[in-house]
């Protein structure tokens, strides 16, 4: 016999011994062989309760010998296998689709209701409804007109006329410092908030439960000493691309959408290489945007014509004209409740 004759039959000789290549890779051919040695079928393709394995002598025989009957026998099982997982998935119980009531105006009561029982875990105090010979109860109600679009918010006796009311305005709260405006407003928020995310009921005119978030009511709620902070520490970055991105964000957080900023009139001047009144920024692109704004502001001198005054001299003239085509002018005359 030749050399020729030899060297075919090294070629077509059956098995894994005797692949062309086995003496390129010696080391994995005897793994594969003792993987093999005294296997069974079952112990190479799966476990109990498991479907069909890669092992290791599995994956070489799919790129060696894909005709090994071991590596059929795996196929067959995987198809078998994925059969059975859709079969099983399809005999799940199906979701079944929530239908939803009909969507009708809020009962404004219920929503008191609501705010009443937040307001301690929000405040960690209870609310005092007559505080201030009810001033609070009527700043809530008036509040819940105004979100709920609702014709008694113009009969509200803390409409201060000095600004024409209208649904398109914003709203600015005056008041003396410690009379509820802050602790009443952020509860509103925090419900809000809460309801947008989870499954909080109130009742509709006509008794049925609703889900809270169907009547899209959240708003943003910011301290101005904390806008402050933000814009300070988005500009403190010192590569350019990263400043630019991080105040770009901030823009997009204050000066659009449906804001509240508390305590205005309080916060100090930005530091950014010198002194930038980021509020006046803020206020005056919320403006130009026609973006809904909430304003609390606690009294300079003695009654909202003073602090405008002073809202004047802190942020320009043209700030000050341009506020009484933003705001509705609430305004209490209660004094501190802080004890």
Same mark, same amino acid.
């Given at each position: ?16 011994? *005797?692949?062309?290549? /086995? ?26 309760? #498991? ?18 009957? +071991?590596?059929?026998? +795996? ?5 078998? @296998? ?29 929503? +008191? !209701? ?31 007109? @105004? ?8 009969? *509200? ?31 509103? $928020?925090?419900?809000?908030? $809460? ?10 005119? #006509? ?8 009547? /899209?009511?959240?708003?943003? @709620?910011?301290?101005? /000493? ?28 204050? #000066? ?5 900023? !508390?305590?205005?009139?309080?916060? /100090?001047?930005?530091?950014? $290489? ?25 009294? +300079?001198?003695? !009654? ?10 802190? $942020? ?24």
């Amino acid at each position: 016999m030749d050399n020729r004759t030899t060297q075919k039959q090294e070629q077509t000789a059956p098995g894994l011994g *005797s692949q062309s290549k /086995d003496n390129e890779r010696p080391e994995l051919v005897k793994t594969i062989k003792d993987l093999l040695a005294g296997k069974k079928e079952n112990d190479l393709l799966s476990k109990e309760n #498991e479907g069909p394995i890669m092992t290791r002598a599995i994956e070489y025989l799919l790129i060696k010998n894909p005709e090994h009957p +071991y590596v059929q026998k +795996y196929k067959e099982l995987l198809i078998k @296998y994925e059969n059975d997982f859709d079969k099983m998935i399809d005999s799940l119980p199906k979701k079944q689709e929530v239908v939803l009531p009909e969507l009708k105006p809020m009962k404004a009561k219920s929503l +008191y !209701d609501v705010f009443k029982v937040n307001f301690p875990i929000v405040n960690r105090k209870e609310f005092d409804e007559k505080a201030n010979n009810g001033e609070a109860e009527a700043l809530v109600y008036t509040l819940i007109a @105004y979100f709920l679009k609702r014709k008694s918010f113009f009969n *509200s006796p803390l409409l201060n006329k000095i600004s024409v009311p209208s649904f398109d305005k914003g709203i600015a709260i005056f008041g003396e410092p410690g009379i509820g405006k802050t602790a009443i407003l952020r509860t509103f $928020y925090e419900i809000f908030k $809460y309801g947008s995310e989870n499954p909080l009921l109130v009742k509709d005119i #006509e008794g049925t439960d609703q889900l809270l978030r169907r009547y /899209d009511l959240r708003f943003k @709620y910011n301290s101005v /000493d904390e806008v402050v902070k933000h814009y300070e520490a988005a500009n403190r970055h010192s590569k350019d691309a990263e400043r630019d991105y991080h105040l770009s964000l901030f823009y997009k957080r204050y #000066e659009r959408g449906f804001n509240a900023f !508390d305590d205005l009139l309080s916060e /100090d001047m930005a530091k950014n $290489y010198g002194s930038v009144d980021i509020m006046k920024k803020i206020l005056s692109e919320r403006y130009v945007n026609q973006a809904r704004t909430i304003l609390t502001l606690n009294y +300079y001198g003695d !009654d909202v014509r003073s602090t405008l005054h002073e809202f004047k001299t802190r $942020y320009g003239d043209r700030m000050h004209d341009r506020f009484y085509e933003s705001y509705n002018v609430l305004e209490l005359q209660g004094v501190t409740l802080r004890r």
